[in-house]
């Protein structure tokens, strides 16, 4: 008799642990919006993290690189080509390789840190640059440039159609924009510093004016 009340005891115990055991896990299970809520921070932190270190996005709202980047172009930008660092400093994480001439960079306007502007570096460190009657010549020679667009050949202004000659100081870059009788640039503004350079300007993800306008050909364009 002991024997049968024993054995129903220890029964009963174990019903009563493995009983235990399910209502643990059922307190343990998250509920569905704390799952979701988990996912979508997870997913904007990688945004963050993708956007601040790897590749970031713009859009174009301006003539002034035409014929190589339209109004309504969005591209693609990468961040690391030039070096990382910390976000909201200037301090280096990861060394980066040098602008060089004929790169299209993103960098923060000299006359307002707050704003993005996007042309193509003419001039590097020790550079000579000098304008004459529109044709930019480097350390003397003129530079065949066949993504320039001049939209009026015949009217020569001082500054913009004739400028320098200048050497680019050491940290800084000469930058013009491909639509040089629209762009302000370096012309008009000087140097670009180095640590002001954001982003390498790569590929054309999508472009358009509009529903009715939307510029097919010109997706995934490489931008030279």
Wanted: with cysteine; proline share 6%; charged share 30%.
């Amino acid at each position: 008799m002991s024997d049968w009340i024993s054995k129903n005891n220890e029964e009963l115990q174990l019903e009563e642990s493995s009983m235990y055991l399910k209502d643990s896990s059922v307190k343990k299970k998250k509920p569905l919006w704390r799952e979701y809520l988990e996912a979508l921070v997870v997913a904007l932190l990688i945004a963050m993290l993708i956007r601040t270190f790897i590749v970031q996005p713009f859009k174009i709202p301006s003539e002034s690189m035409c014929n190589t980047l339209l109004v309504g172009d969005h591209l693609l930008a990468t961040k690391f080509d030039y070096g990382l660092k910390l976000p909201f400093t200037d301090i280096a994480i990861l060394a980066g390789e040098l602008p060089q001439r004929g790169d299209v960079i993103i960098f923060k306007y000299p006359k307002d840190p707050d704003v993005d502007f996007i042309k193509r570096i003419i001039g590097i460190p020790g550079d000579v640059i000098e304008v004459r009657n529109k044709q930019v010549y480097r350390n003397g020679e003129a530079l065949k440039e066949d993504y320039v667009r001049i939209d009026e050949p015949d009217r020569i202004i001082p500054g913009r159609d004739i400028f320098g000659p200048v050497t680019v100081p050491e940290g800084m870059y000469f930058v013009m924009g491909d639509n040089r009788d629209n762009s302000m640039d370096s012309r008009f503004w000087g140097f670009v510093p180095k640590n002001d350079i954001i982003a390498k300007a790569r590929r054309i993800y999508w472009s358009w004016q509009g529903l009715t306008d939307i510029r097919w050909s010109r997706l995934g364009q490489a931008i030279n």
